[in-house]
């Protein structure tokens, strides 16, 4: 098995989706000729040609009308948005067109958006921001957000071929910093399902994307101490797991909630209401959650360290919550 990049792990699985179903294109600005802003669809024009890898004008209205339209008359458009920050132009079609088809007219929607996310490239606050929740709450949706590139290149495949629309959250911060052996041949990773990145018995930290390196290296350091931290990564926002969050809080009896997305309106306050209505009596202490501020990401580096959540505040949690 080869060491390959997340970058690489979902062009792997665009170039053998396109060979496998004649139905999938892309579409997208800068996606043929250049290979997309951060190089992850190069290749793609020079194998699969015009017709099938589009380049669009700088129009997000534009990429996701025209998908949806594909999508009605039996294609499988893949679609790609420079940069997440940039949906919100797009906010209408996604939901109350993409969103509603099939629960309006029967029309499946097989699209998958894929947005370049998060921060810790010193983008500033239009290039950098993490708004999984604003289409998390949309029903019609699913949402994904992987950490390894194993899980990126099976999920992408997953949700290619999901009849849904999907909306696939890419974390640019780990595009070219992390490599995983992936296996040859075609394989998936079920959409909805956790992974569990470590096991323990203290308390569970529950995380995605990026922040699930962050909460690894923290339980490393916790170890230390004593305190096994258990690691669930959930892969998925929509539909989440709640099967896996549960049967880990009612193993260690303590939660703690850490992702990059601002405080207020997080998954983190959706996950904490589903362990207080499902699993209270196994509670040991409060549900702690550890998330980036409420506000714009910084553009200063210095600043947007100070934004964005730390190992150290991971463990700080960590160390308060094992003290009950």
Known sequence: MAQTTLLEAIRQALFEEMERDPAVVCIGEDIGVYGGAFKVTAGLLERFGWERVIDTPISETAIIGAACGMSYLGLRPVCELQF?????????????????????????????????????????????????????????????YPSTPYDAKGLMKSAIRDNNPVLFFEHKFLYRRIKDEIPDG????PIGKAAMRREGRNLTIVTY?????????????????????????????????????????????????????????????????VVFENAFDDLDAPVRRVTALDTPVPYSPPLEERFLPQMKDVIAAARELARY
Request: aromatic content about 10%; proline content about 5%.
């Open 209 to 273: 994307a990026a922040m699930a390196y962050t909460a690894m290296d923290a339980a490393t350091e916790l170890a230390k101490e004593g305190i096994e931290a258990e690691v669930l990564d959930l892969r998925t926002i929509q539909p989440l797991d709640t099967e896996a969050i549960l049967a880990s809080v009612r193993k260690t009896n303590r939660l703690l909630v850490v992702h990059e997305d601002t405080r207020f309106g997080g998954v983190a306050g959706e996950i904490a209401a």
């Open 186 to 189: 075609d394989f998936t990773v």
């Open 84 to 144: 997440v920050d940039f949906i919100a132009c797009c906010f209408n079609q996604l939901t109350n067109f993409v969103a509603k088809s099939f629960y309006l007219w029967g029309a499946p929607v097989p699209m998958v958006v894929r947005a370049p996310s998060g921060g810790g490239v010193h983008g500033g606050p239009f290039h950098s921001q993490n708004p999984e929740m604003y289409f998390a709450h949309t029903p019609g949706l699913k949402v994904v």
